[in-house]
Structure formats: structure tokens, C-alpha cells
């Protein structure tokens, strides 16, 4: 027996995990149908009318050790299994239109380092 954690975030600053024995040799969706305590149906869905076969939700993605994986992957004692929730925005785009709110670039007093502390190096 392997044991393995499960990671999920449903939501900003909310994560909930699970610690699961599994067979050797089993694969990440095994651990995924097989949770007991976290509720798989926020990423997971049935793809037969039984509801013996499931798959992933679309935008969901599954990592172990932060490192994307596919649902086939076959674990290993002690691995961390993330399940991964849909970004909702570009972070290249976020961060373009925090920039925009704090001012002009040219402008004094404005942008990232307006406020600095006294007698600080430019950019503290």
C-alpha cells in the first residue's frame, strides 16, 4: 500500500485535502473516484449513464508535486496530488490592469514605488 494527499482548492484561500491508501500501482483517477471526505463531484464528472466511468471536468487539471500530470499517471508512496481549478484570468492581463490603477508611468508619485520611505533607495 502507497499512501498519497490530495490537494484541492474549490475556492481563493480555501484548501482541502484528503490523506488516502491506495494500491501500488494505482493510477491518479483511482485516487480521485476513491475519496471519501472531499467531494469529487466539483471536479470530476461521469461519463457513462452509470456513473462508473468519470473524467475531469473541463478546465480541471491534475498535478503531482506541482508538476502536470495526466489521469493516468501511476502513483508513488507519499505523492502530492493537486487538483487544479480553471483560471478565471490571464495573470499577464491582471497584472497589466493593476499597473493602470495605481497611475502613469511617467507621472510622479504614481506607479508601484510611489510611496517610498524617507531617505530609501529609489525602488524601496
Do not use: C
Request: glycine content about 8%; hydrophobic content about 40%.
Amino acid at each position: 500500500m502507497i499512501k498519497v494527499i490530495i490537494h484541492h482548492s474549490p475556492a481563493p484561500r480555501l484548501v482541502l485535502e484528503e490523506e488516502l491508501s491506495m494500491p501500488k500501482g494505482a493510477s491518479l483517477m483511482q485516487a480521485l473516484v476513491s475519496l471519501k471526505h472531499l467531494d469529487s463531484s466539483l471536479f470530476l464528472e461521469p461519463k457513462d449513464a452509470n456513473g462508473a466511468i468519470f473524467a475531469l471536468k473541463p478546465g480541471y487539471q491534475t498535478a503531482v508535486w506541482s508538476r502536470t500530470v495526466a489521469t493516468d499517471h501511476v502513483l508513488r508512496d507519499l505523492d502530492r496530488i493537486e487538483v487544479l481549478r480553471p483560471i478565471k484570468v490571464d495573470p499577464k492581463v491582471a497584472r497589466r490592469e493593476r499597473f493602470k490603477k495605481q497611475g502613469a508611468k511617467g507621472a510622479k508619485g504614481a506607479g508601484l514605488f510611489a510611496k517610498q520611505r524617507p531617505g530609501s533607495k529609489a525602488g524601496y
